[in-house]
């Protein structure tokens, strides 16, 4: 089982920034890649980016591209989306996702495991 939480959330206003994190935990090592995606009320979950565990690749959602980026710290089991120049309509909850087949895949069905979601709000 893994288990993921994501944390840093917030409300803010259009332009600003925001880093969401996801920690990893219990069998980590069965998974491959780490992604992101958002919901927003009324909408269908989208992809935002993902990121394998080994290997420098990265995948973008095209409403996200160039201004979300990313990462990962192996040591700690963590992602991270740094969220730039953010817009009313980013506003969604943003889930942490796990997948233990390898890949890098924007569909929802290939993850494995979820996190709970975090809420980000834009306001312009």
């Known amino acids: 089982q893994v288990m993921l939480v994501e944390s840093g959330g917030g409300s803010v206003q259009a332009g600003d920034s925001l880093r969401l994190s996801c920690a990893a935990s219990g069998r980590t090592s069965s998974t491959s890649t780490m992604g992101w995606f958002r919901q927003a009320p009324g909408k269908e979950r989208e992809f935002v980016a993902a990121?394998?565990?080994?290997?420098?690749?990265?995948y973008y959602g095209d409403s996200v591209k160039g201004r979300f980026t990313i990462s990962r710290d192996n040591a700690k089991n963590t992602i991270y989306l740094q969220m730039n120049t953010l817009k009313p309509e980013d506003t969604a909850a943003y889930y942490c996702?796990?997948?233990?087949?390898?890949?890098?895949?924007?569909?929802?069905?290939?993850?494995?495991?979820w996190g709970q979601g975090t809420q980000v709000t834009v306001s312009s």
């Open positions: 990121i394998p565990w080994i290997g420098g690749s990265t």
């Open positions: 996702a796990a997948d233990i087949r390898g890949g890098l895949s924007s569909s929802a069905a290939r993850y494995d495991y």
